[in-house]
């Protein structure tokens, strides 16, 4: 008996039901993703836990799901969340996403806080979807802090580990023996120190004594210094009136030069005997003058030879 199925009506039948269910999730999915917002989150430490489909919560209260989790092709130091939020969700520009485990499972949900701005946040210009700004969990920062600490930890014992290593440590047992017998030669020698101690406390006296002298004597020096240039300006202004004394019995010997021509007689007379002792007193006088001079000059360039004497003239050829 042959069979009187129509295969054609079922295949039409089976093809308009694929098509149907096709059309249902169709409209299922463009309905959901009607009624949902994309958002993208940055995250910038360790997202274990986390997973696609993994909830959103907003404060506690479940407002949407993970989307899709990968590392950030511009950065590969961020991990690039994107997550799908009901419309009606207040996500502000002060919203912020955090990391929050769940229970004792290991599984990790997101979880949305702030939202007390009234501005709503946006996409950036030129950018499909909205950045929430991220900051690590707490958890997430002890568990940084615990490996930073434990680092830590490690690098110090390994130190300790060199500090007390059997070479230091025979270094440090002889240098305890030094100090030990440095300790014992200075309690053996501690009245000698004593002694030692009150000679330097006198000696320091002493030298204060003699830096104070000093600085008298250098006081007195100093006036005698001011005395003895006062001297030689006086000494200077009497070479002067000698000098013009020495001009003026030059003249008077003229005078008496003129005088002489009075007579042959007194003019031979003066010359025998009175203008030779006026031209040698001239002469000495303009003698005594330049020593004057002289002698001031000195005085001024070195006041000390009065006190020392004069300096001794440089030795010749051979004196040496």
Do not use: C
Not at 88 to 93: K, N
Not at 253 to 275: D, E, H, M, P
């Amino acid at each position: 008996m042959e069979s009187k199925v129509n295969y054609t009506a079922v295949g039409a039948f089976v093809v308009a039901l694929l098509m149907a269910l096709a059309g249902g999730i169709w409209w299922l999915s463009r309905a959901r993703h009607a009624d949902t917002v994309t958002y993208l989150i940055y995250a910038t430490d360790n997202v274990t836990g986390l997973s696609p489909a993994s909830d959103v919560q907003y404060r506690g209260v479940q407002v949407g799901r993970v989307g899709s989790i990968e590392i950030d092709p511009a950065n590969p130091a961020l991990i690039r969340i994107q997550v799908a939020l009901k419309r009606d969700v207040p996500v502000r520009t002060d919203t912020v996403a955090q990391l929050s485990p769940r229970g004792v499972t290991g599984l990790s949900v997101i979880n949305l806080s702030g939202g007390h701005s009234t501005q709503p946040l946006l996409p950036a210009p030129g950018h499909r979807y909205a950045v929430i700004r991220y900051e690590p969990s707490v958890f997430s920062r002890l568990e940084g802090g615990l490996s930073d600490a434990a680092l830590t930890l490690s690098k110090i014992a390994s130190r300790v580990d060199v500090l007390f290593s059997p070479s230091n440590l025979q270094a440090l047992g002889r240098t305890l023996q030094h100090v030990e017998r440095t300790t014992a030669v200075l309690d053996a020698h501690r009245q000698d120190l004593a002694v030692m101690l009150a000679n330097l406390r006198r000696a320091s006296g002493e030298l204060s004594l003699m830096a104070s002298q000093g600085r008298q004597l250098g006081a007195q020096a100093h006036d005698l210094l001011a005395q003895l240039q006062s001297t030689a300006r006086r000494a200077q202004g009497t070479l002067g009136r000698l000098d013009t004394a020495a001009q003026q019995w030059q003249r008077a010997g003229s005078q008496a030069s003129a005088l002489g021509a009075a007579g042959t007689q007194a003019v031979q007379q003066l010359q025998r005997s009175t203008l030779p002792e006026f031209d040698r007193l001239g002469l000495q006088l303009q003698t005594l003058s330049s020593q004057l001079t002289a002698l001031s000059h000195s005085l001024q360039h070195n006041p000390n030879q009065l006190l020392f004497g004069a300096p001794l003239p440089p030795p010749g050829p051979g004196e040496r």
